[in-house]
Protein backbone atom coordinates (compact mmCIF):
# COMPACT_ATOMS: atom_id res chain seq x y z
CA UNK A 1 0.00 0.00 0.00
CA UNK A 2 1.09 3.69 -0.76
CA UNK A 3 3.86 2.55 -3.30
CA UNK A 4 1.37 4.71 -6.04
CA UNK A 5 1.58 8.20 -5.53
CA UNK A 6 0.83 9.85 -8.93
CA UNK A 7 -0.19 8.99 -12.50
CA UNK A 8 2.51 8.34 -15.39
CA UNK A 9 1.00 11.35 -17.23
CA UNK A 10 -0.07 13.83 -15.54
CA UNK A 11 -4.27 14.73 -15.66
CA UNK A 12 -5.92 18.25 -14.54
CA UNK A 13 -8.81 16.23 -14.10
CA UNK A 14 -7.30 14.15 -11.09
CA UNK A 15 -7.06 16.14 -7.74
CA UNK A 16 -4.82 13.39 -5.99
CA UNK A 17 -4.01 9.66 -6.34
CA UNK A 18 -3.73 7.58 -3.00
CA UNK A 19 -3.29 3.70 -2.45
CA UNK A 20 -4.96 2.51 1.03
CA UNK A 21 -4.75 -1.23 -0.43
CA UNK A 22 -1.90 -3.24 -0.96
CA UNK A 23 -1.28 -3.71 -4.78
CA UNK A 24 -1.72 -7.19 -6.71
CA UNK A 25 -0.76 -8.55 -10.19
CA UNK A 26 2.27 -6.96 -11.04
CA UNK A 27 5.81 -7.82 -12.11
CA UNK A 28 8.68 -7.55 -9.98
CA UNK A 29 11.70 -5.89 -10.85
CA UNK A 30 14.11 -7.81 -13.54
CA UNK A 31 17.39 -8.61 -12.42
CA UNK A 32 20.60 -7.19 -14.10
CA UNK A 33 21.27 -11.23 -15.64
CA UNK A 34 17.17 -10.75 -16.90
CA UNK A 35 18.07 -7.60 -18.50
CA UNK A 36 20.81 -8.94 -20.58
CA UNK A 37 18.87 -12.33 -21.44
CA UNK A 38 16.48 -9.87 -22.93
CA UNK A 39 18.61 -7.35 -24.32
CA UNK A 40 20.51 -10.46 -26.62
CA UNK A 41 17.26 -12.10 -27.73
CA UNK A 42 15.74 -8.69 -28.69
CA UNK A 43 19.12 -7.80 -30.52
CA UNK A 44 18.75 -12.05 -32.39
CA UNK A 45 17.46 -11.52 -35.39
CA UNK A 46 16.78 -13.19 -38.68
CA UNK A 47 17.74 -10.17 -40.64
CA UNK A 48 21.07 -9.11 -39.57
CA UNK A 49 23.78 -10.74 -37.62
CA UNK A 50 24.63 -8.98 -34.03
CA UNK A 51 25.61 -11.47 -31.63
CA UNK A 52 28.06 -13.98 -32.41
CA UNK A 53 25.40 -16.98 -32.41
CA UNK A 54 23.63 -14.71 -34.82
CA UNK A 55 26.35 -15.45 -37.72
CA UNK A 56 26.75 -19.07 -36.95
CA UNK A 57 22.76 -19.58 -37.02
CA UNK A 58 22.34 -17.83 -40.25
CA UNK A 59 25.79 -19.59 -41.97
CA UNK A 60 23.84 -23.02 -40.95
CA UNK A 61 20.75 -21.69 -41.90
CA UNK A 62 21.60 -21.37 -45.90
CA UNK A 63 24.31 -23.98 -45.65
CA UNK A 64 23.02 -27.10 -44.83
CA UNK A 65 26.24 -29.04 -46.06
CA UNK A 66 27.68 -26.98 -42.68
CA UNK A 67 27.56 -28.94 -39.94
CA UNK A 68 29.34 -26.70 -37.24
CA UNK A 69 30.32 -23.10 -37.26
CA UNK A 70 31.92 -21.38 -34.35
CA UNK A 71 31.94 -17.69 -33.99
CA UNK A 72 34.69 -15.54 -32.50
CA UNK A 73 35.58 -11.45 -32.03
CA UNK A 74 39.09 -10.77 -32.20
CA UNK A 75 40.72 -8.17 -30.39
CA UNK A 76 42.07 -4.92 -31.68
CA UNK A 77 45.70 -4.19 -30.79
CA UNK A 78 45.60 -1.44 -28.37
CA UNK A 79 45.47 1.75 -29.79
CA UNK A 80 44.55 1.09 -33.06
CA UNK A 81 41.93 2.48 -34.36
CA UNK A 82 40.23 -0.78 -36.47
CA UNK A 83 37.06 -1.97 -37.33
CA UNK A 84 35.58 -4.96 -35.36
CA UNK A 85 37.50 -8.51 -36.80
CA UNK A 86 34.85 -11.38 -36.86
CA UNK A 87 36.30 -14.98 -37.59
CA UNK A 88 33.42 -17.86 -38.47
CA UNK A 89 34.93 -21.01 -38.24
CA UNK A 90 33.15 -23.36 -40.07
CA UNK A 91 32.94 -26.99 -39.95
CA UNK A 92 31.98 -29.46 -42.70
CA UNK A 93 31.91 -33.37 -43.35
CA UNK A 94 30.62 -32.50 -47.29
CA UNK A 95 34.27 -32.80 -48.44
CA UNK A 96 36.49 -33.83 -45.73
CA UNK A 97 35.37 -36.02 -42.70
CA UNK A 98 38.96 -35.93 -40.94
CA UNK A 99 39.35 -32.18 -40.89
CA UNK A 100 36.16 -30.93 -41.72
CA UNK A 101 37.64 -28.32 -44.14
CA UNK A 102 36.09 -26.97 -46.91
CA UNK A 103 37.06 -25.63 -50.15
CA UNK A 104 38.07 -22.00 -50.82
CA UNK A 105 35.18 -21.31 -52.93
CA UNK A 106 32.50 -22.24 -50.53
CA UNK A 107 33.82 -20.20 -47.99
CA UNK A 108 34.33 -17.63 -50.28
CA UNK A 109 30.52 -17.75 -51.15
CA UNK A 110 29.61 -18.26 -47.54
CA UNK A 111 31.14 -15.13 -46.80
CA UNK A 112 29.65 -13.12 -49.77
CA UNK A 113 26.24 -14.52 -47.95
CA UNK A 114 26.84 -13.48 -44.62
CA UNK A 115 27.96 -9.78 -45.72
CA UNK A 116 24.56 -9.60 -46.62
CA UNK A 117 23.44 -9.69 -43.12
CA UNK A 118 26.33 -8.23 -40.86
CA UNK A 119 27.21 -4.57 -40.44
CA UNK A 120 29.56 -2.91 -42.41
CA UNK A 121 31.69 -1.66 -39.59
CA UNK A 122 33.00 -5.31 -39.30
CA UNK A 123 35.98 -6.80 -40.76
CA UNK A 124 34.19 -10.63 -41.70
CA UNK A 125 36.27 -13.26 -42.56
CA UNK A 126 34.40 -17.48 -43.09
CA UNK A 127 37.39 -19.61 -42.54
CA UNK A 128 38.30 -23.10 -42.45
CA UNK A 129 39.39 -24.48 -39.10
CA UNK A 130 43.46 -23.83 -38.06
CA UNK A 131 44.96 -26.64 -36.78
CA UNK A 132 48.37 -26.83 -35.44
CA UNK A 133 50.93 -28.91 -34.17
CA UNK A 134 52.27 -29.39 -30.67
CA UNK A 135 55.37 -31.44 -30.08
CA UNK A 136 55.43 -33.44 -27.02
CA UNK A 137 57.86 -35.35 -25.61
CA UNK A 138 57.56 -37.58 -22.60
CA UNK A 139 60.39 -39.26 -20.65
CA UNK A 140 59.50 -41.72 -17.74
CA UNK A 141 60.77 -44.68 -15.51
CA UNK A 142 58.73 -48.30 -15.58
CA UNK A 143 57.90 -50.10 -12.62
CA UNK A 144 59.71 -53.29 -11.98
CA UNK A 145 57.59 -55.83 -13.37
CA UNK A 146 56.38 -54.35 -16.70
CA UNK A 147 56.49 -57.10 -19.45
CA UNK A 148 54.87 -55.27 -22.46
CA UNK A 149 56.58 -51.63 -22.73
CA UNK A 150 54.93 -51.49 -26.35
CA UNK A 151 51.15 -51.59 -24.61
CA UNK A 152 52.43 -49.05 -22.06
CA UNK A 153 53.70 -46.54 -24.77
CA UNK A 154 50.31 -47.23 -26.53
CA UNK A 155 48.83 -46.29 -23.66
CA UNK A 156 50.19 -43.09 -23.20
CA UNK A 157 50.51 -41.94 -26.85
CA UNK A 158 46.40 -42.35 -26.35
CA UNK A 159 46.61 -40.14 -22.88
CA UNK A 160 48.51 -37.27 -24.29
CA UNK A 161 46.30 -37.32 -27.68
CA UNK A 162 42.57 -37.85 -25.90
CA UNK A 163 43.74 -35.01 -23.83
CA UNK A 164 44.45 -32.51 -26.48
CA UNK A 165 42.31 -34.04 -28.96
CA UNK A 166 38.67 -35.10 -26.97
CA UNK A 167 36.54 -35.35 -29.34
CA UNK A 168 38.21 -38.14 -31.05
CA UNK A 169 36.89 -40.24 -28.42
CA UNK A 170 32.47 -39.85 -28.99
CA UNK A 171 33.17 -39.18 -33.03
CA UNK A 172 32.23 -35.67 -32.58
CA UNK A 173 33.55 -31.93 -33.97
CA UNK A 174 36.73 -30.03 -32.72
CA UNK A 175 36.40 -27.57 -29.96
CA UNK A 176 38.30 -24.56 -31.43
CA UNK A 177 40.11 -22.19 -28.88
CA UNK A 178 40.57 -24.49 -26.19
CA UNK A 179 43.61 -23.83 -22.93
CA UNK A 180 45.37 -26.72 -22.09
CA UNK A 181 47.47 -27.15 -18.75
CA UNK A 182 50.86 -29.04 -18.84
CA UNK A 183 50.51 -29.71 -14.96
CA UNK A 184 47.43 -31.31 -15.63
CA UNK A 185 48.48 -33.89 -18.66
CA UNK A 186 51.60 -34.35 -16.33
CA UNK A 187 49.11 -35.41 -13.79
CA UNK A 188 47.40 -37.79 -15.88
CA UNK A 189 50.54 -39.29 -17.36
CA UNK A 190 51.80 -40.14 -13.66
CA UNK A 191 49.52 -41.79 -12.85
CA UNK A 192 49.68 -44.42 -15.34
CA UNK A 193 49.82 -48.05 -13.49
CA UNK A 194 52.94 -49.10 -14.91
CA UNK A 195 55.06 -45.91 -14.60
CA UNK A 196 57.18 -45.26 -11.52
CA UNK A 197 57.42 -41.38 -12.26
CA UNK A 198 57.67 -38.91 -15.28
CA UNK A 199 61.00 -37.45 -15.44
CA UNK A 200 60.53 -35.52 -18.70
CA UNK A 201 57.58 -33.23 -19.63
CA UNK A 202 58.50 -31.02 -23.03
CA UNK A 203 56.42 -29.18 -24.74
CA UNK A 204 57.37 -27.42 -27.70
CA UNK A 205 60.43 -27.38 -26.64
CA UNK A 206 59.96 -25.89 -22.98
CA UNK A 207 60.20 -28.37 -20.06
CA UNK A 208 57.67 -28.28 -17.00
CA UNK A 209 58.04 -28.92 -13.67
CA UNK A 210 55.43 -29.82 -10.58
CA UNK A 211 57.41 -26.20 -9.83
CA UNK A 212 56.17 -24.60 -12.67
CA UNK A 213 54.10 -21.58 -11.24
CA UNK A 214 50.33 -21.49 -11.64
CA UNK A 215 49.76 -19.80 -15.28
CA UNK A 216 52.92 -20.74 -16.68
CA UNK A 217 51.93 -23.78 -17.73
CA UNK A 218 49.02 -22.70 -20.11
CA UNK A 219 49.33 -24.71 -23.21
CA UNK A 220 47.44 -22.64 -26.37
CA UNK A 221 47.35 -22.37 -30.09
CA UNK A 222 49.09 -18.99 -31.70
CA UNK A 223 45.36 -18.19 -32.66
CA UNK A 224 41.82 -17.82 -31.59
CA UNK A 225 40.36 -20.60 -32.73
CA UNK A 226 43.55 -22.68 -33.07
CA UNK A 227 43.03 -26.63 -32.68
CA UNK A 228 46.22 -27.88 -31.34
CA UNK A 229 47.15 -31.65 -32.75
CA UNK A 230 49.48 -33.45 -30.75
CA UNK A 231 52.96 -35.29 -31.88
CA UNK A 232 54.01 -37.20 -29.47
CA UNK A 233 57.54 -38.95 -28.50
CA UNK A 234 57.49 -41.24 -25.46
CA UNK A 235 60.81 -42.68 -23.91
CA UNK A 236 60.41 -45.11 -21.37
CA UNK A 237 63.24 -46.21 -18.97
CA UNK A 238 63.69 -49.68 -17.03
CA UNK A 239 63.19 -49.25 -13.22
CA UNK A 240 66.91 -49.13 -12.37
CA UNK A 241 67.74 -46.83 -14.54
CA UNK A 242 65.22 -43.94 -12.83
CA UNK A 243 65.83 -44.91 -8.97
CA UNK A 244 66.47 -42.00 -7.46
CA UNK A 245 66.73 -39.51 -9.84
CA UNK A 246 65.16 -36.54 -10.45
CA UNK A 247 61.55 -36.53 -11.94
CA UNK A 248 57.70 -35.87 -11.14
CA UNK A 249 56.17 -39.41 -8.86
CA UNK A 250 52.87 -40.78 -8.53
CA UNK A 251 51.94 -38.63 -5.47
CA UNK A 252 51.98 -35.63 -8.09
CA UNK A 253 48.71 -33.41 -7.24
CA UNK A 254 47.63 -30.49 -9.83
CA UNK A 255 46.71 -27.67 -7.61
Given at each position: ?66 DYARCFTL ?135 EDTPDGED ?38
Open positions: AGTIQDTIEENLCIGNVTQPLPGFGGTPAGTEAQAAAYQTSRFANRHRAVTQRDYEQILLEHYPEAQKKQGVREKPEIRLVVFSRAEDSRYFLSPPWKLREMERTLRQYASSHVNLQVTNPIYEAVAVKCEATLHFGVQDTGKVLDNLTTIVERYFQPWQKDGGFPIPGLIFSAKELCSRLVNHEDLQRVTLLEINGRAYTVIKGSEPGSILLPKVEIMLSAPDDGIGGNGIGSDFVVG
